[in-house]
């Protein structure tokens, strides 16, 4: 079955220290992977994405995130964490069980960013 | 920018109560999807839809429906409400084409008492 994996339900990191939240994901095919962060009582706001290319994939807010084949991960990173970078953040996969126009995702459970002044 | 509106912040019905959902985007997008969103679940897609008059189910349709009439609107209907319906609805939208990302709407907060 196609899966994303969020293994950390939390990360605390001080502010200006490097962050990753981690994502690994289980698909058949070329993954087209994502990145969503939802702050408080909001939906949820695109980061980024990795659909093919640089293994490394720039985004909003000083955002990047690694595509590492081998280890079937795309895991976010940040190198100075802000305390307004706190929310939580999702990893989704492209559902290659539905092929074509429709791009359905599957997200991970998510992991809440903390981070301490 | 687009814009993905959602007809209520948060909302309060009874058991049994037949619930309209309503979801609004400005951008032309042919697909649109409705998810619910509980702690330690994630995003949980419900239905799809396509392009006008057209669904699909997702993971989870037992107890919804939708309806899409227009493009810009994709309306999630519980029939029944029950008290395990009680959580965040995410609507989303995009353009059609399996590179592109979903635009998300600010989420209904639904309690069913």
């Known amino acids: 079955a196609q899966s994303v994996a969020q293994p950390e339900d939390q990360v605390n990191v001080a502010e200006g220290n490097p962050l990753t939240v981690k994502c690994t994901y289980s698909?058949?095919?070329?993954?087209?992977l994502f990145w969503y962060v939802q702050y408080p009582n909001r939906g949820l706001q695109f980061l980024l994405k990795?659909?093919?290319?640089?293994?490394l994939v720039k985004g909003s807010y000083g955002f990047e995130a690694e595509f590492n084949k081998s280890q079937t991960s795309f895991h976010l990173k940040k190198p100075s964490a802000l305390v307004s970078d706190s929310a939580l953040y999702f990893c989704?996969?492209?559902?290659?069980?539905?092929?074509?126009?429709?791009?359905?995702?599957?997200f991970g459970t998510g992991t809440l960013l903390a981070v301490q002044p | 920018d687009v814009k993905v509106t959602q007809s209520s912040r948060y909302l309060v019905k009874r058991t049994g109560e037949k619930v309209f959902l309503e979801c609004v985007q400005d951008?032309?997008?042919?697909?649109m999807f409705w998810y619910r969103q509980d702690p330690g679940l994630g995003l949980r897609l419900i239905y799809f839809?396509?392009?006008?008059?057209?669904?699909e189910k997702g993971d989870i349709p037992e107890g919804y429906s939708v309806s899409r009439e227009k493009k810009e609107r994709f309306s999630l209907i519980l029939e029944s409400a029950s008290t395990n319906q009680t959580s965040m609805y995410l609507c989303?939208?995009?353009?059609?084409?399996?590179?592109?990302?979903?635009?998300f709407g600010p989420g209904t907060r639904l309690t069913v008492t």
């Open positions: 989704a996969v492209r559902d290659p069980e539905y092929g074509g126009a429709t791009n359905k995702l599957i």
């Open positions: 990795y659909i093919t290319g640089d293994n």
């Open positions: 839809s396509y392009d006008v008059k057209m669904k």
């Open positions: 951008m032309d997008h042919e697909n």
């Open positions: 989303a939208s995009r353009v059609s084409g399996s590179v592109y990302e979903q635009y």
């Open positions: 698909v058949s095919g070329n993954p087209y």
